[in-house]
């Protein structure tokens, strides 16, 4: 095999020492994979009397990668890709000459039909490039040599993944110039979750001690006391001075005027996590119950990056929360998204969990 095993070398070294080591917010995700195809083998038989009488294979590949920053990632594969029949009229025989390859190859993650959410999340259209090195193993009776005991690999890729993960990919691969294998597989990712939402403990009522009361005289039962008339007496009320006519929560607090606990998106997205959709489907058969009531949808950043791009992050998410309520059947004249960016943090942003409490959703009813 002939390979330009120097020039491919440098460009690799110079291509792999441009890689960022990380990128802002990305979350590092494994992935493995497997695909099969059409293989093209055309080992050289110049001045052997031997000619390659059937080059085409079926081949499979199992690869495993890891995406370690917002355009690059890292995957180990291994390929069978069949066997090639080469001829030798002038001594009437024949032999088939197998291959199979391992390696390391870099992957470039050039375009995304979603943008920058596309490329951190790896959701929708995906194309890449590949760039690598790897060894070749021949299995063969036929008398032969092997130039070289590493080539370069060169590649183009597109794939398609849901937000659960699961993507396909088509490939065109190349391995020196006698190799191309063709193919279409399916790969999974692990790992990118979100950050668990934080978890306010319901109150806890200690139980008195049973004390023996005398028969006589009878006990006085005294009603628990409820201040602001809203269903949920004083012991167990978290928000006391209620305005009436409130429609409040087992807590005893307004539900049309408070952070949405909980609701969460993928970094640096609007995209909505599935335990906030959870969250959502309960406030929209909430405003289901009240048709009259419209709400401002307020969404909240933290201070990461520029002010300006968290304003339009926040719009952004504001928006994405108005458009899952109307498909869970909620009139959009009914409610009204607002934008704050960073403006309006509760909590300080020096801390994780303080900039985890900063990025947030509420609504406010609109009288």
Partial sequence: ????????????????????????????????????????????????????????????????GWDFAKRWSAELYYDDLGEAVLKNDFINNQGDVGYKLYGLQALYHFYNNRGTDGLMARHGWDFFGKLGVGSLSNDTDLPYKKEH??????????????????????EAETYDDDIQ???????KRFGGATPAPVVVPEPVVEEEPQVEVA??????????????????????????????????????????????EGVQFATDSAELTAESRGIL???AATLSRFPSVRIAVMAHTDNVGAAEYNMQLSKRRAASVVRYLMEQGIDGDR?????????????????????????????????
């Fill in 181 to 187: 294998f063709y193919s279409l597989g399916l790969l």
């Fill in 215 to 260: 028969p006589t005289p009878e006990p006085v039962v005294v009603a628990p006391s409820d201040s602001d008339n809203d269903g949920v007496i004083d012991e167990l009320d978290q928000c006391p001075d209620t305005a009436p006519g409130m429609q409040v929560n087992e807590q005893g607090c307004d539900v049309f005027n408070a952070v949405l």
């Fill in 1 to 64: 095999m002939k390979l330009r095993l120097i020039s491919q070398a440098v460009a690799l070294s110079l291509m792999c020492g441009a890689m960022p080591l990380h990128a802002d917010e990305f979350n590092d995700r494994f992935y493995i994979g497997l695909g099969a195809g059409l293989s093209q083998l055309e080992p050289g038989t110049k001045n052997t009397g031997y000619y390659v009488d059937d080059k085409s294979d079926f081949g499979y590949k199992l690869y495993a």
């Fill in 281 to 283: 489907n309960d406030a």
């Fill in 149 to 170: 005991k590493v080539h370069a690999s060169l590649g183009l890729g597109t794939e398609y993944e849901w937000a659960n993960g699961f993507a396909v990919r088509a």
């Fill in 335 to 367: 409610l009204r998204p607002e934008a704050y960016g960073e403006s309006q943090p509760r909590a300080t942003n020096a801390t994780p969990e303080g900039r985890y409490a900063n990025r947030r959703v509420e609504f406010r009813e609109i009288k």
